[in-house]
């Protein structure tokens, strides 16, 4: 199939997890003869949260717009579909990761969005969690992003400014060229 006849489908569902949702999801995706080109997918408390970008031609896109009723039926999924499109890379950004870490506290993804916002930087993934310290048991907040950098950025202007914020918020941090 030629890149102009091909058609995009994001398919978001959360719902009650169990064993076999990706192996449902991913098999009725190949059923309607679509491709599963890219997907995140986590359990969040006990709900299954699941984002989807499907592609395929006409056909196949249309079977698949009747996965999401399918779904909310069998699986008690709430679902969301909504067509889109492929969009290039853009080639002026350096891609970057960030780690944050700390004591948990309400506003830390907050803060580091702002920042990140304020200067430009495009955030492309992005994962937070609470974990427990091993001994105390206190609450410790990590997040991991995927960032990217417009070229024209002074690099070290941004490190300077997260710098400050997770020294006066007492997070550590790392940015790193992403490869």
């Known amino acids: 199939m030629q890149t102009q006849d091909r058609r995009y489908v994001v398919l978001t569902a959360v719902g009650p997890d169990r064993p076999g949702l990706v192996n449902e999801m991913s098999s009725l995706v190949r059923e ?27 056909d196949a896109i249309e079977r698949v717009k009747q996965i999401g009723a399918q779904l909310e039926t069998a699986s008690r999924l709430r679902c969301i579909l909504k067509e ?22 309400p506003g830390i993804v907050q803060s580091i969005a702002a920042i990140l916002a304020s200067r430009g930087v495009n955030v ?13 048991g206190t609450p410790l907040f990590v997040l991991e992003a995927k960032l990217h950098v417009p070229s024209k950025i002074v690099l070290s202007e941004l490190r300077s400014q997260l710098a400050a914020t997770c020294d006066d918020e007492n997070l550590d941090f790392a940015l790193e060229a992403d490869a």
């Open 124 to 136: 492309a993934s992005l994962e937070s969690r609470v974990t427990y310290a091993a001994e105390s």
């Open 32 to 58: 309607a003869g679509a491709n599963l080109e890219d997907s995140r997918m986590a359990v969040l408390g006990g709900e299954f949260a699941i984002i989807l970008l499907i592609s395929g031609g006409a």
């Open 84 to 105: 889109t499109t492929r969009v290039a890379a853009p080639t002026d950004f350096l891609p970057y990761r960030i780690q944050v870490s700390g004591a948990d506290r």
